[in-house]
């Protein structure tokens, strides 16, 4: 199991000085954006794509680095209403399959996109309920009519390429659970899988580690996210969890992103590990800054500090106590 990070908090650093400081963290894998809400700071996806010379070029500096690309990353919404943003959307996502195949990357993780709830509505629609029952039917629409063949498509493309498609359950996203998830896949391919985050379902109730042992159980985490969230109840008791104050305005929210093991302890951190080595998952923990109340270098250099003391760096080795 190796130790990652997702780079798009060091983007104001130039490619080699981003992978030279997190050399110096100990990181063993970087996970890249290539488009959508994640950006291309550090590979221009356009440039990079069938440049023989370019491709060289990343891989040197991986090789000097001592890193693997774990995934690249290209979170958008292809099944926006807006024919444009969606469009733009499919591209970055078919684009970032085909350069991932050109790099021998394994993985692009993304999201599932969220259509609107009907087909003459302008803005996605993020349904919750089941009542009144036009959000059922609502809900039905965008999985039927949009999301399913959207995703079968796709999903047979990116088999055409070799590369999985590791999905960040997000709220605000048509896939924000387990459960969605596997409907996902069992309409598409098992190129769909997750890209395994827990901060998002900390704050919704889900247990990290059933959901780890549901998803790994018939092989459906292709990526893991190591990003940490706390729940404050002294909010989260008057006004809930589905929480819109700005991400910016910490101490009237109910929860945060936090750095690793400021969330939750060392000792969580090690049972979400073990749990994922249980399922048979030996990628990268790919750490994921978005903390607010501490600097980019800090929460890397925080979590990295947890999470090597949570990894296995070794196999198991043989149960010679119960022969």
Partial sequence: ?????????????????????????G????????????????????????????QSKLHDQLEEHGFRISALATHNNPLHPDEARAREADTELREAIRLA???????????????AGGPNDEVPNWVTA????????????????????YWQDLAAFADDHGVDLAIEMHPNMLVY??????????????????NFDPSHLYWQGID??????????VDAIHHVHAKDTRVYEANAREKGVLDTTDYTDEVNRSWLFRSIGYGHGEEHWKDVVSTLRMVGYEGALSIEHEDSLTSSMEGLEKAVDVLERAVFDTTPGEAYWAE
Avoid: K
């Avoid at 659970?177 to 997750?194: D, F, H, K, W």
């Fill in 130 to 149: 089941p009542w009144p029952t036009e959000h059922a039917e609502a809900h039905e629409y965008q999985w039927v009519e949009v999301a399913i063949p």
């Fill in 27 to 54: 990181v063993d894998a970087v996970e890249l954006g290539v488009g959508g809400w994640p950006g291309e700071d550090h590979v221009d996806r356009r440039v990079t794509l069938g440049d023989e010379a370019e």
């Fill in 1 to 25: 199991m190796e130790i990652g990070v997702l780079t798009v908090p060091l983007g104001n650093r130039s490619r080699d000085e981003a992978f030279a400081a997190l050399a110096d963290l």
């Fill in 101 to 115: 195949d050109q790099l021998e990357v394994g993985t692009v993780t993304c999201f599932s996109g969220l259509p």
């Fill in 208 to 217: 990290v580690t059933a959901a780890i042992r549901l998803l790994g159980g």
């Fill in 177 to 194: 659970e387990p459960r969605g998830m596997l409907r996902l896949r069992e309409a598409t391919n098992e190129r769909v899988g997750a």
